[in-house]
């Protein structure tokens, strides 16, 4: 989900004034979230620990990603020990413009500022992070999905010829700007066949709400049958697809894959 994690953890807004000096930034090592509310993340950035006294005296922040930025306007919150130094803080998602739809999340420069007095830098952390990469970027992927995707009324229902296949997708967008989709493609599957295939056009995710996908689709007995009888005996359906977002450097795929239960 790499296009999600890079448009969770970003956002642009006022800076603050350039910096009186800059200190160099400890290199980023990865970064963790927790997903606490669908409009709010928690970020941990981790890296080694500061070689010189602890920074102290620091009143603000800021983050970067690429040429996205926000001011971060809580307490700044920094740890020192066990060999690292750790900054957390929460993003606010309805904050987020759409010019972080520009970052190629595969390859983020990512800074964290601290700032203290005059708005000289005391403490900074910064890198190049893959957010596809676990090791580099931790989040959960089941709390992405509770938070972000949902499938709701699926059913399978076997007739004489045909067997219909319903269920609603759900899709959030926490963000404040609208995001554009060219186009989603899903496939359900159950045991080893291939009960359903699903393609929508394009439509736009609205602003910090959620877009519904009706899937209902009949589909040859002759064609689903060994994967009916398997959902029936009570094997989960795979819902596996991408949804695809219009993005300034083109179109950006989205994997989807979900477990449902009978």
Known sequence: MPIVLSLLLTAAG???????????????QRLTVAVRTRDLLHVTLHAPESPGAPASGMSAQRLTLGAARIPLAEAVDVTFGGGET???????????????????????????????????????????????????????????????????????????????????????????????????ELKVTAGATTVLTVQRPGFRLRAQQQSDVLLDQDVPLADAAEGVAAFMKGEPAMLQGALVLRTPQGDRVIPLHMSVAR
């Open 14 to 28: 006022a800076l603050a004034p350039p910096p009186a000096r800059t200190a160099a930034p400890l290199r980023l």
């Open 86 to 184: 750790r900054t957390d803080f929460d993003v606010r998602l309805a904050e987020v413009t759409a010019d972080v739809l520009a970052v190629d999340p595969n390859r983020a420069p990512v800074l964290w500022e601290g700032v203290g007095a005059g708005g000289a830098v005391v403490l900074a952390m910064g890198g190049t992070l893959d957010f596809g990469d676990p090791g580099e970027v931790e989040v959960s992927l089941k709390d992405l999905y509770r938070a972000y995707v949902t499938l709701t009324d699926f059913t399978v229902m076997p007739g004489l010829a045909a067997v219909t296949v319903r269920g609603l997708l759900g899709l959030y967008n926490p963000f404040g700007f609208e995001v554009a989709a060219t186009k989603i």
